[in-house]
């Protein structure tokens, strides 16, 4: 059984960083490309950004990038994500997932992502 446990949300002001961390069980980590994605209330889940299984290959939403990274370390089989110069309308639950289909690199990027994690919460005060 898959699971992913995302860890690092939190409260901090605009401007603030936080890092998110997604520990991933039963599967084989580096076979699988990796994702953040985002979902505040009443809208829609938005993509973040992914990354790739083996290859460092790596795709950015226009709305994170510059600002958030996105990285993995296969040897702890955990994903992370870098937010830097939070602004209040990155309050969101904040999830990982995994891509059900090894090695795959899709297209449109981070698309068939059925595995999940539970979710960790990001509040950026104004």
């Known amino acids: 059984q898959v699971q992913m446990v995302e860890s690092g949300g939190g409260l901090v002001q605009a401007g603030g960083s936080l890092r998110l961390s997604c520990t991933a069980s039963?599967?084989?980590?580096?076979?699988?490309?990796m994702g953040w994605f985002r979902q505040a209330p009443g809208k829609e889940r938005e993509v973040l950004s992914c990354i790739s299984s083996n290859i460092p290959r790596t795709y950015y939403a226009d709305s994170v990038k510059d600002r958030f990274t996105i990285s993995r370390d296969n040897a702890k089989n955990t994903l992370y994500l870098q937010m830097n110069s939070l602004k209040p309308e990155d309050t969101a639950m904040y999830y990982c997932a995994a891509d059900v289909v090894p090695w795959r690199w899709a297209l449109p990027r981070c698309q068939g992502y059925n595995y999940w994690g539970q979710g960790t919460q990001v509040t950026v005060s104004s």
């Open positions: 039963g599967l084989t980590f580096d076979h699988h490309a």
